[in-house]
């Protein structure tokens, strides 16, 4: 089994940024996908940065050019660093790495706080 555990997260002003991290317990492999994804109360959670495992990197339109998804396979972690922050961006932000094993499997962390004020 696999833990993944958020941190980073807080409140912070317009145009300010934060760093994400998320820290497996161990290892991983067989990755096939990680993201980051994002949840605002009375919405539904999206997807917001993906890197695959050939470190391929995706956003969505509204983070365009002001997040960053990477990795350090030494530590373990992701990362999402967010920049230009905007009131909109306030959400619960969870990571999650999907691996191939005999089938696909899909680890999630608790998720982390981040709040925006204008």
């Known amino acids: 089994q696999v833990q993944l555990v958020e941190s980073g997260g807080g409140l912070v002003q317009a145009g300010g940024s934060l760093r994400l991290s998320c820290a497996a317990s161990?290892?991983?492999?067989?990755?096939?996908?990680m993201g980051w994804y994002r949840q605002a109360p009375g919405k539904q959670r999206e997807l917001v940065a993906a890197m695959t495992s050939s470190e391929t990197t995706s956003y969505a339109e509204p983070v365009k050019g002001r997040f960053s998804i990477s990795r350090d396979n030494a530590k373990n972690t992701v990362y999402l660093q967010m920049n230009s922050l905007k009131p909109e961006d306030t959400a619960v932000y969870y990571c999650s790495v999907q691996v191939q094993s005999w089938r696909l499997i899909d680890y999630w962390g608790q998720g982390t706080q981040v709040t925006v004020s204008s």
């Open positions: 161990r290892t991983i492999f067989g990755i096939v996908f």
